[in-house]
């Protein structure tokens, strides 16, 4: 690639397949974990533990975007600071601003629909088959931040038998696996956007992690197995490795007219 020139023919993400998606829920599950492990577990808080996360999260997406191909223990290493950032910015939102999950919810998805609408009026494409520049990079990561702080805020607004719509964790986790159930069923057998469907999935993947990781580590009396957020963080994480050893990813393709040098057009839709 040439310093110079922004244009890429290559994808630094991942193709995007069976595989994807499951470590995307493992992602997210960890993120959970290891984010209350931080800040709750070891008592930092909120503040601080977001201010770890979202520094190692700078550096790793640095990492990922100066990187000249395709890494996929990078790319889910990054994938994990999001959920982990997101984790705790959004217990700080809801908890300790006191603005609930109501408020964060909602603060979160204006600010999400606004990266995306900023992407599509500035590249004229939201597709990760679009992905072939540094700008475009940019604000693939803005998106997936936004998403995984939202997820993180929904998934406990749908939860939390407290304060929340009370679901509980498991129940939850069914309502947004089911809602996945019905992405993918419109996948296959509508003609709505893929990219549209796509950023969908990648949405109700993070709540559907939290409201997991939330069942494995809270207390039996919120209804939560209260396992040690240490040792199934470190079991999410080995997993996520090992997965990665059995089933190499290959980088997702780039259609030709997405590298050339005029190219503005959209091949997921809109």
Not at 69 to 83: D, G, N, Q, R, S
Not at 236 to 251: D, S, Y
Request: proline share 4%.
């Amino acid at each position: 690639m040439n310093p110079t020139d922004p244009k890429m023919d290559f994808s630094k993400v991942p193709e995007v397949t069976l595989l994807f998606w499951v470590l995307k829920i493992i992602a997210t599950t960890l993120g959970e974990t290891a984010g209350d492990a931080v800040t709750m577990s070891m008592n930092l808080g909120y503040l601080v533990g977001t201010a770890i996360f979202a520094t190692i999260f700078v550096l790793a997406v640095t990492a990922q975007i100066r990187a000249t191909k395709f890494h996929p223990y990078l790319f889910w290493f990054v994938i994990v600071a999001t959920t982990t950032a997101g984790t705790t910015m959004a217990d700080f939102f809801d908890r300790s601003l006191g603005i609930g999950y109501i408020g964060g919810t909602s603060i979160l998805f204006v600010l999400l629909l606004a990266c995306l609408g900023l992407w599509y009026w500035s590249l004229g494409s939201v597709s990760v088959n679009q992905l072939t520049s540094r700008k475009a990079e940019v604000f693939y990561w803005a998106t997936v931040m936004f998403s995984q702080t939202l997820g993180t805020a929904a998934g406990d607004w749908v939860a939390d038998p407290k304060t929340g719509l009370g679901l509980g964790y498991s129940g939850g986790a069914v309502v947004f696996a089911a809602g996945l159930t019905l992405v993918a069923a419109a996948y296959y057998r509508t003609a709505i956007s893929h990219t549209l469907l796509f950023w969908a999935a990648f949405i109700l993947t993070r709540p559907l992690g939290a409201t997991v990781g939330d069942f494995l580590d809270k207390p039996r009396a919120n209804g939560g197995l209260e396992l040690s957020r240490y040792t199934a963080s470190a079991v999410l994480a080995v997993l996520i490795i090992v997965e990665l050893l059995i089933f190499p990813q290959r980088a997702e393709r780039v259609p030709a007219a997405a590298t050339a040098p005029d190219a503005q057009g959209e091949h997921e839709g809109a």
